[in-house]
């Protein structure tokens, strides 16, 4: 199975800014999730985006789905202290006849005070 | 009240030693898993539950071993363990099978010496 790719690895933003974290992937998938992590703390779910949706809006989440680039991005407008963290987007893929999350390596984002 | 709990939190060991992490969630869930995240923040499946029936299981060493008593547990145990093996292991639980969020413990970090 293939594992998602996010980009940038790192991201380092003033407090009020938005943040733009970016997730491609190789193969077809049934939807895609995006997780949080606060340091030293379980995966966070924040967002799921089926196969058959282009967007997809939570608070101050926003996030797009391109199957035919195979890339999803998420958007967290006004963006506080507290969100700094990392992302990580995962993929819904079929293996051994059951579907499976693949997750990619995560965003680490860091908002400035 | 804590949604998916794991313990210990924390388990430092030696090589060749046999450990176990234990995992249970009280949110009713019929889907249970097990990731390990590396130092570089990789998050991979391992094994994957359904009422009490293995469903998925990664290319995992058979040194590692789920059981599920029941519906709201899934413990794994660890023989012989090897250096390798030190990382973060997360259990995580959900609704289904398919198209729903995953929720995660805490995590477990585990060193072996």
């Known amino acids: 199975s293939q594992q998602g790719e996010e980009d940038p690895q790192a991201l380092s933003i003033q407090e009020g800014e938005n943040a733009t974290m970016n997730c491609s992937y190789k193969?077809?998938?049934?939807?895609l999730q995006w997780y949080r992590q606060n340091s030293g703390r379980g995966l966070v779910h924040l967002i799921l985006?089926?196969?058959?949706?282009r967007e997809k809006h939570s608070g101050r989440l926003r996030v797009t789905l391109d199957t035919s680039k195979k890339s999803s991005s998420l958007l967290i407008t006004a963006s506080r202290a507290a969100d700094t963290a990392s992302y990580f987007c995962?993929?819904?893929?079929?293996?051994?006849?059951?579907?499976?999350?693949?997750f990619g390596q995560g965003t680490r984002l860091t908002i400035n005070p | 009240d804590t949604a998916v709990s794991q313990t210990p939190k924390y388990l430092v060991t030696q090589m060749g030693n046999d450990k176990s992490i234990k995992c249970e969630q009280n949110?009713?869930?019929?889907?249970m898993y097990w990731y390990k995240q590396d130092s570089k923040k990789f998050l991979k499946i391992m094994f994957s539950?359904?009422?009490?029936?293995?469903?998925i299981n990664e290319t995992v060493p058979n040194r590692f071993s789920p059981k599920s008593p029941d519906k709201a547990h899934l413990n794994l145990h660890i023989n012989s363990l090897e250096l390798g093996d030190s990382a973060v292991y997360f259990c995580?639980?959900?609704?289904?099978?398919?198209?729903?969020?995953?929720?995660f413990g805490p995590g477990t970090r585990l060193t072996v010496t």
């Open positions: 995962a993929t819904e893929q079929l293996f051994q006849g059951a579907q499976k999350l693949v």
């Open positions: 539950y359904n009422n009490k029936e293995l469903i």
């Open positions: 193969t077809s998938i049934n939807n």
């Open positions: 995580a639980s959900s609704r289904e099978t398919t198209t729903y969020e995953q929720y």
């Open positions: 985006i089926r196969s058959n949706e």
């Open positions: 949110l009713g869930h019929d889907t």
